[in-house]
């Protein structure tokens, strides 16, 4: 809040929807951001933002809000397919962008929208927010840290448990290029390519497992690399959950359990900026079991770092006051969708597929450097 008679610096920000993500990740991340004023949100039906925030702008079209003058930043959240034409729209509009994941449907509108950032001169930023997930924050130290020695298998498990199809949702249908690994798996992907770069090759296998899907529900890739075998996978009928990542290198072995805490708190009105934010409960840590030092080998829980979905925000903040890079660069973004899209090439054919990156100056490895 601002004292009397203090000028507000903040900057304007439009959320394109209240849904899921509006709800549950950008508003409470933005309205507890000394550094944003979110000023108008898109709802077509229903007032749910002014309920959960009062004074809130309620607008009724995306048209409206990105026309108003005095936004200043656009968060593009709304369903999938609707990113291309939405995240353009407000780079036309000379609005600064943040598209939530996936960043678009094809390698092509993804290239489309950098060029027309980068004519415009306005930042694009891509919310690939589980970057800030404490267990891959704390795994990006072990790797970085090689506790494990030589790091020769990853393995990243995402998994839900849902044996019904949801009605009247775009999720559940083809046609509106969904599937499970648009959805989680853009997560898991990105998370693959912060820690070792865009790989060789790729072998994919994606189905529908639930009775009448007709989108993938449960998918496997392997991605190809030189020094290190890394396999994702997800799923929507996993009522046992396992480990969430496995590591083993040529010391030891480290296995983590359970989900970051940050989005249940944040659906139950949790404040981001709170002491011991995205702190984690103990019984959660990772178990650690290396013998690193020399001195035999030392099984332990491992602390995990906190997670921090804030600092994306943060990185969108100086990104425009300072011209500096997002965190997420919309690049590192499409190297995403270039995964996808040679995934559902892989799965098609039933080959393993050479891939190359969507953007060749982003295929840099960004093996130890933590996001955080």
């Known amino acids: ?92 509009a000379g609005k600064h962008t943040v598209v939530e994941k996936p960043f678009t449907q094809t390698v092509k509108q993804g290239r489309e929208l950098i060029a027309l950032a980068g004519k415009s001169g306005k930042q694009l930023c891509v919310f690939h927010n589980r970057r800030w997930d404490g267990d891959f924050l704390t795994l990006q130290n072990i790797v970085r840290e090689e506790r494990l020695g030589r790091l020769v298998e990853y393995e990243a498990h995402w998994d839900r448990y849902r044996n019904f199809i949801q009605p009247d949702t775009w999720k559940e249908r083809s046609s509106a290029g969904a599937g499970l690994l648009y959805n989680l798996g853009s997560h898991l992907i990105d998370q693959a390519l912060v820690l070792f770069g865009m790989p060789e090759a790729l072998t994919a296998h994606l189905k529908a497992v639930r009775t009448s899907g007709e989108v993938d529900d449960w998918f496997e890739v392997r991605l190809h690399y030189g020094h290190v075998q890394v396999s994702l996978k997800s799923s929507y009928l996993v009522r046992e959950p396992g480990p969430r990542y496995l590591l083993h290198g040529t010391l030891g072995s480290y296995v983590k359990y359970g989900i970051d805490p940050q989005e249940q708190a944040l659906a139950q009105g949790g404040d981001p900026t709170v002491p011991d934010w995205g702190k984690e409960p103990e019984e959660w840590w990772g178990v650690l079991h290396t013998d690193q030092d020399g001195a035999g080998a030392v099984r332990r829980k491992m602390e995990t770092v906190p997670g921090n979905y804030g600092a ?27 995964i996808i899209a040679a995934a559902q090439q892989s799965n098609a054919q039933r080959r393993t597929v050479y891939v190359e990156p969507a953007e060749p100056f982003a295929n840099q490895s960004r093996k130890g450097h933590p996001c955080a």
């Open 1 to 92: 809040m601002l004292n009397p008679g203090e000028k507000d610096h903040r900057l304007v920000v439009g959320v394109a929807s209240f849904g899921m993500s509006g709800r549950i990740f950008h508003m409470p991340l933005l309205t507890h951001h000394k550094a944003f004023r979110v000023k108008s949100v898109v709802e077509r039906t229903g007032d749910g933002a002014r309920t959960h925030y009062p004074g809130m702008r309620r607008v009724t079209s995306f048209d409206e809000m990105v026309n108003d003058p005095e936004i200043d930043l656009v968060v593009v959240n709304t369903p999938d397919p609707t990113h291309y034409t939405l995240a353009k729209q407000s780079l036309l």
């Open 312 to 338: 994306f925000y943060d990185s969108v903040y100086s990104s425009i006051l300072n011209g500096t890079a997002c965190a997420v660069r919309p690049e590192e973004a499409l190297n995403v969708i270039s």
